[in-house]
């Protein structure tokens, strides 16, 4: 067929010819080898970033840092390797096929504990050759002490005279300023609608009309290095163009060079100027999307409602009969494979954290401003897409109202059955709700339009789609630890460090209210440390690290001429993820019980017991974990939970505002921080033994500790916490597949949903695996490369997670029946 006429920015025609330029004869099948490369070739670090940032660093020394790093994306975007590799949606993060860049501005701890060290990338085994090593080596020296970590703890120690690297290596908190982090949801149909060059047009003219004086400076830099960026993308996807051309120009199958001479011209317009149907638009989001991720490879740069803002060019596509809804799908299909080659490796304990897990969250579902049923006939062929490529990335997420059509709950039902984890279900009204009241102390408030423009990025985290962000994260704590600080007068019993307050000898209390005094004191001396050493971790990522592309795809930045980590976004946030309050509430909760009420055993056989780790003691850990436990709904229970999230949520708040000054809300979830953590505690009360997992989720049950049904698992689930005034939280339900099969099935599955829902829940997600499948995973490996479970609010490949965390989910109790 021939090319899309006209790269110029007019109009131009919508090509007549069914199913554009693509081949689709072989579409199908390299969909299948693309797929089958990423599960089987091991990740590789690319060296081209790294030498990219030697050579700006030492090029532009003097420049303001935001016009350094603008340099550094386009250095990265016009010097990296390019190729094609049979994907019509072409653009790739790094110039290696399953590549992965290091971004040591972040932290160069690990260059030299682990250059040894087997690594896991997003996909698995991840190697490092040669050149990239001595490259990393060199960066290490150039690098120690200028990082965001490095500056983070420096600042921390000359304000309050403490070292603060004893709290995180005793694992009271996840050091968050150590790794490229957090994101949101960009304004990406700004651009599928005016194109890059409506946006430069119009930041040059903020730019030549911004008065040149030291008050407007830091707005002046930001414009200039915006400049810079957006004509970096541009120029990155005309090297496409011409790659296309060149090698259509060498081939001589006529399917296969008009695919190619198509490619050319969708690069040489997008994502410049707008879409103009879906193909372009698919590309035009890919390119901005990769850009971004290019900047700052992390989890959480999530593509959001992509099923509605794609939805006009699908629609008319369909309507002019361009492309069938099958050949969309394969389009979608090629879509996720780009998701899925998108890695990074910051360190082992990171990859340990979050395994793996990019973020790269799409929402589907949910209201218009209007307050009606937002979903389209695109997030069905969404939905298609994953039951047929059960894929870890991207993951979906279903904000769910009552409102939604039975055939759309049909199809959700058949891609949760289909084993990946997927959708995931968060509840529409809590959301808005939640957006509501956290964003009515922002100046100018919030409307009710953009509550319910809302999505989730990442985890389980939500936000307003295109105006906000979640680029600072506060340090993780785990709620677990104040425990165990708690039983050894704040003396970590792992490093044997006095990281807690002295808060009495434990064998002194003669009430469980002296008992939960003084774990009430630790937890409030853990948030003294973790939001200090937060709030200045935040000026670290400013000083260091500014985004500057980033920036401008969220509304607010460029008005306010801030980037996002000053807060210029419309909704900045900061977002604290939790874990382990399960693990705290259910300890707390077995010495009530054993010590205090029925006397089973003394708070000095306890604290033996805990001390050898159960060795010895088995009658003491069978006690400990047969204790009552959240999950089963028994009130008193129930109750202590409630009040434990409380009393965390009144203790962080009373900490003060936070660095953009607003009372931040927490995230309670656990991505897989429960595994990393677990490995730096002893033995627990609640019969957990030392270096296990702890509990998944912030509301799930421990794993095999519920046994009153799946009734009571879910209202206990839904009742735990006060769902609005925390920013998220997480549950987790495992199911046998035999549950939810056939129409009764499905019911059941749609009417779980709607309970949970209903008693207030936030979040439910579901496992459709056999524990008996995962030993045998675990077994033998290689026959189950593709085994796909849901771990936090994300999906991973089973073999390919932590030991750990595989353990950890093959104990989550299984429903049958």
Known sequence: MAALSSASNTEGQTPANKGYGINWDTAESRVKELKDFLLAAPQVMDPERLQCLLDVYDEFQGEPVVYIRAKLLERVLLRKKIFLDGNPIVGTLTGVRAGVYAYPEWNVSWIKEEMQMAKMASLGEMKIPQETQELLEKTYKLWKGRTCIDLNNKMFKEKYGINPAPFAKAGMYYENVSVASGSGIADYPLVLNKGLRWLADDVRARFEACPTTLANKEKHDLYRAM???????????????????????????????????????????????????????????????????????????????????????????????????????????????????????????????????????????????????????????????????????????????????????????????????????????????????????????????????????????????????????????????????????????????????????????????????????????????????????????????????????????????????????????????????????????????????????????????????????????????????????????????????????????????????????????????????????????????????????????????DHEGITALIKSGAEAIDTVRYGANHFNVKFNPSVIEGPAGARTLVSLIKTYCDFGGSHIQFNCVSSDTLKDAQCKPQEYADLVVRVAGFSAYFTRLDKGVQNEIIKRTEYKN
């Not at 593509?303 to 050949?327: A, C, S, V, W």
């Not at 306010?560 to 874990?579: D, H, L, S, W």
């Open 227 to 705: 400049l810079v960026t957006f004509e970096a993308v541009i120029a990155h996807s005309h090297r496409y163009a011409e790659l296309a051309e060149k090698t259509a120009a060498e081939e001589s199958d006529p399917k296969a060079k008009a695919e190619l001479l198509e490619i050319a011209e969708i690069c040489r317009r997008v994502p410049e100027y707008p879409a103009r149907n879906f193909r372009e638009a698919i590309q035009s989001f890919w390119f901005i999307h990769l850009a971004i991720e290019t900047e700052q490879m992390a989890c959480a740069t999530s593509p959001g409602r992509y099923g509605q803002y794609m939805y006009p060019f699908y629609k008319k596509d369909i309507e002019e009969g361009n492309l069938t809804r099958e050949q969309v799908l394969t389009l979608l299909k090629f879509q996720w494979i780009k998701h899925l080659e998108l890695g990074e490796y910051q360190g082992a304990s990171y990859a340990m954290t979050l395994s793996g897990h990019t973020g790269q969250s799409i929402t589907i579902g949910g209201v218009d401003a209007n307050g009606d049923d937002a979903s389209t006939e695109l997030e069905e062929v969404l939905l298609d897409t994953q039951i047929q490529m059960k894929n870890i990335q991207p993951t979906l997420t279903l904000l769910y109202h009552p409102k939604l059509k039975d055939s759309y709950m049909k199809k959700v039902v058949e891609c949760i059955r289909g084993g990946s984890g997927q959708p995931q279900i968060l509840n529409n009204n809590v959301v808005i709700q939640r957006n509501l009241a956290r964003f009515a102390q922002y100046e100018g408030g919030i409307t009710l339009e953009d509550a319910r423009n809302c999505g989730n990025y990442g985890c389980v985290s939500t936000g307003i789609c295109g105006k906000g962000s979640f680029i600072t994260q506060e340090d993780q704590p785990c709620l677990a630890k104040v425990v165990e600080l708690m039983l050894n007068n704040g003396k970590c019993p792992v490093t044997k460090k006095q990281v807690g307050v002295e808060s009495g000898d434990p064998t002194t209390f003669t009430t469980f209210e002296e008992v939960y005094e003084a774990t009430k004191k630790q937890l409030d001396h853990l948030f003294n440390i973790s939001r200090k050493h937060s709030d200045l971790s935040q000026m670290a990522r400013l000083q260091v690290v500014p985004s500057v592309f980033r920036s401008a795809m969220y509304d607010g930045c460029i008005d306010k001429g801030m980037c996002e980590e000053a807060g210029g976004t419309r909704y900045p946030q900061v977002n604290p993820i939790m874990t382990a309050g399960i693990d705290a509430a259910n300890s707390l909760l077995a010495i009530r019980y054993l010590v205090f009420e029925t006397k089973q055993v003394t708070m000095e056989k306890l604290l033996e017991a805990l001390k050898a780790n159960f060795e010895g003691y088995e009658d003491i850990r069978k006690m400990c974990f047969e204790a009552p436990k959240h999950g089963n709904d028994y009130p008193e229970v129930e109750h202590f939970v409630q009040r434990f999230y409380r009393d965390v949520d009144a203790i962080h708040s009373a900490q003060g505002p936070d660095c953009f000054g607003y009372r931040t809300p927490l995230d309670a979830y656990s991505l897989s921080y429960h595994n990393y953590f677990g490995s730096l505690m002893g033995a627990l009360p609640n019969g957990r033994k030392a270096g296990v997992a702890l509990t998944d989720g912030s509301v799930s049950a421990m794993p095999g500790t």
